[in-house]
């Protein structure tokens, strides 16, 4: 889809430019502008005779993904070495999440450097990097099968639900919060099933039918991007027939690991513009919320697909997660922040790292967070601005990052409430051991002291009297 441009009038070229008050912006400003648009997956020496066409087929990314390490060893074993595909298969053999990466992943990778890559990091385990889980950590960090009132659904919040309606996606993020469910089993999770089955989706739509508050509706999983056509228009027209729900949106990564879906799979993508369309005409809001974490994961290739979307009239929101060695550092999340915007993607959260087993190397601290969140504010529009919140642990929902009672920064320990969720209950998260000052590395590593840290921290926090929840 090439770029269209609209021609200026005379009347505004011929005038005279007045006095600058500013001084000329750097190169740096204009960064986020700046996407890759060549052939940047010839250099994996399988797909250098790749033609463009094929490799926008969406057909090639899925058949040609990387879902074993004998896989991806096949296609950039002779980019990294044997030393670094031993490192990632004994990753794998300890990882909570299975593999899976497209082509266009694949090539995004800088694989001279991969253990420093903000993608590699992400997708693909190493076994040499792993640090020891926080004790604190439980495999369902966010409580989310206490709130399901059927195998499909969870309802926290009031008047939204969240719709788990299948359990695989186009990419396995090491560091998912629904790792206990996503992806099938590994060698260290057995995990719990959401199979698209009928009989799962008839419970949750005679559920939804039932709850009158519920207005919100998230499809999730596992992602929308895996839904078939015919499943996708399923779940979208029942959804939109409920006369209560308000807004569906379709949650999926695929925009960020597979863009060329949306332009070349006509009916996945005419599907999910007409449920749009079909909501417009009821004053109901079907969107699509995606999650890009790195500036390099879009491309001019991401651009051309959410014009598509953009110009079909479908809203696209972004959510990120802020992971150590990927965005942790305020550049990178505001050249973020202004490529988002510059594609059409609004920013919408950054979320605190979830406590998620096997992944501590990619957790930051909620002082971290604060501090690049104080740098990314005032950046851009305000409402291409992101909000940073912290999903608390133990089923507390999205809280601003800010919002704690109580925040101690030597033991890494910060108390959070929500009233709206339950008013008796409080919410701990608990900051990355390594990345603690000493004297606070040590009290936790003495098991005595941990009940004593978190006491403390309840006491300064006036939160003794609430329930903790665990
Ligand atoms: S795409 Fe989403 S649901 Fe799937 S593995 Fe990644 S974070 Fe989890």
Redesign the pocket.
């Given at each position: 889809m090439p770029e269209q441009r609209l021609t200026l009038p005379d009347r505004i070229t011929e005038l005279e430019t007045p006095d600058p008050l500013k001084p000329d912006p750097d190169a740096d400003m204009f960064a986020h502008r700046d996407l890759r648009s060549d052939a940047f997956w010839q250099h994996i020496p399988r797909f250098a005779n790749t033609s463009e066409s094929e490799f926008l087929d969406s057909k090639f990314q899925n058949k040609n993904s990387a879902k074993t390490a004998e896989q991806l060893e096949r296609l950039v074993g002779e980019l990294t070495g044997d030393a670094f595909m031993k490192d990632v298969k004994e990753g794998l053999r300890q990882a909570p999440?299975l593999l899976r990466l497209s082509p266009y992943l694949l090539s995004l990778i800088d694989w001279e450097n991969p253990y420093d890559d903000p993608i590699r990091r992400q997708f693909i385990p190493v076994a040499s990097k792993r640090l020891p889980d926080h004790p604190m950590l439980q495999l369902d960090s966010l409580h989310e099968q206490k709130d399901s009132p059927t195998s499909s659904l969870v309802h926290r919040y009031p008047d939204k639900v969240l719709f788990l309606a299948l359990d695989v996606?186009?990419?396995?993020?090491r560091?998912?919060?629904?790792?206990y469910a996503?992806?099938g089993d590994t060698e260290s999770v057995d995990k719990v099933s959401y199979k698209p089955k009928s009989s799962n989706w008839d419970e949750a739509f005679a559920y939804l039918l039932s709850r009158r508050e519920v207005e919100d509706v998230v499809v999730?999983?596992?992602?929308a991007y895996f839904l078939p056509p015919n499943r996708l228009r399923e779940i979208g027209e029942i959804l939109l027939a409920i006369p209560h729900i308000r807004r569906i949106r379709f949650?999926?990564?695929g925009p960020a690991v597979m863009p060329m879906r949306i332009l070349t799979d006509d009916e996945w993508t005419g599907t999910l513009l007409d449920l749009a369309e079909q909501g417009r005409q009821f004053d109901k809001e079907v969107c699509l919320h995606t999650?890009f974490n790195h500036p390099a994961e879009i491309t001019d290739i991401t651009r051309r697909a959410m014009s598509r979307l953009f110009q079909g009239g479908l809203k696209v929101r972004n959510q990120s997660?802020l992971i150590r060695g990927v965005n942790d550092d305020a550049d990178t999340m505001n050249l973020l922040t202004k490529r988002l915007s510059w594609v059409n993607l609004q920013p919408y959260y950054v979320y605190q790292h979830d406590m998620v087993k096997g992944v501590e190397d990619l957790r930051t601290t909620v002082g971290q967070t604060l501090e690049i969140e104080r740098n990314v504010r005032g950046f851009t529009a305000g409402f291409n601005t992101p909000t940073f919140v912290n999903d608390v642990p133990g089923g507390g929902g999205k809280r601003d990052v800010h919002s704690f009672d109580y925040y101690d920064e030597t033991t890494g320990i910060s108390v959070y409430r929500s009233p709206s969720v339950d008013e008796d209950r409080v919410h701990l998260y608990f900051d990355p051991i390594p990345l603690l000052p000493d004297e606070g590395q040590a009290r936790w590593a003495d098991r005595r002291e941990h009940s004593r840290m978190i006491d403390e921290t309840l006491a300064a926090a006036g939160c003794e009297a609430l329930e903790l929840a665990n």
């Open positions: 999440m996606c186009p990419v396995y993020c560091f998912c919060t629904r790792s996503i992806g999730s999983g596992g992602d949650a999926t990564k999650h997660v």
